[in-house]
């Protein structure tokens, strides 16, 4: 048994606003939960959820993940683009040519993403969220292939991806070179113990696969905080 991936958490200055700019272009219901925060609920096969957490420190550098959004044609891809406008992102340049076809964008706190063109043989199964792209190693693509317990389905030239069995967006980690990393990260995953599993095992069973404890020598009830052999940052929550 595997831990599920149960939230993908975005800090955010604003959560509020940032929760509704992701749930209009999503299509996703937000909620309110005492434990969690803001959060969305998928409404496709993605299989987790959004979750936004308060932070007044602003982002300051690019995330080491973001999202790839798919579209089904070039009129699709301009709409799905100028919805996000609407909705209120903008048009960023990190080092993209314009010959490549797709769109990069920012939410209303700066975050990533990028709106695929048609055609994306890689995204050609996936849905509307096509993929979370990671900066990452191929070790740490391993790693989260056996932490969660989802297949490979791809690993060249050491970049790798892997997806739940039972579908939804493929997690990607692009090979090096490596971003710096710079303080907390503003993204990081969250995961559920195995209906029925221990927290503890879990942790250790997660440390045996190569992550660290970050806490280690606390005593908790609630979440554990670790980080994957990259060093990015995740937290195993205690059974619910």
């Not at 200055?13 to 959060?39: E, K, M, N, Y």
């Not at 490979?152 to 892997?162: F, K, R």
């Amino acid at each position: 048994m595997t831990s599920r991936l149960h939230a993908l958490c975005l800090d955010a200055h604003d959560p509020t606003r940032l929760a509704a700019f992701w749930s209009g272009l999503l299509g996703w219901q937000t909620t309110d939960d005492a434990d969690d925060g803001i959060v969305l609920l998928p409404s496709d096969d993605t299989g987790f959820r959004l979750r936004f957490l308060p932070r007044d420190e602003k982002k300051s550098v690019q995330n080491p993940m973001h999202f790839d959004l798919t579209s089904t044609s070039l009129d699709d891809q301009q709409d799905v683009v100028a919805k996000a406008l609407a909705l209120g992102a903008r048009h960023i340049d990190i080092g993209q040519t314009p010959e490549e076809g797709h769109v990069v964008l920012a939410d209303p706190e700066g975050n990533e993403f990028c709106v695929i063109e048609p055609g994306n043989a890689f995204l050609a199964d996936c849905g509307f969220i096509g993929a979370l792209a990671c900066d990452g190693s191929q070790e740490v693509g391993y790693f989260w292939s056996k932490a969660l317990g989802w297949p490979l389905v791809w690993d060249q030239d050491q970049e790798t991806a892997i997806r739940s069995p039972h579908g939804g967006p493929k997690v990607t980690w692009g090979g090096p070179p490596l971003m710096p990393r710079a303080g907390r990260d503003r993204l990081r995953f969250d995961l559920a113990p195995p209906a029925g599993g221990d927290q503890q095992a879990e942790v250790d069973r997660l440390v045996t696969l190569g992550a660290t404890r970050l806490d280690t020598g606390q005593v908790h009830t609630g979440p554990v905080a670790m980080a994957d052999p990259d060093g990015q940052e995740f937290r195993v929550l205690p059974p619910r």
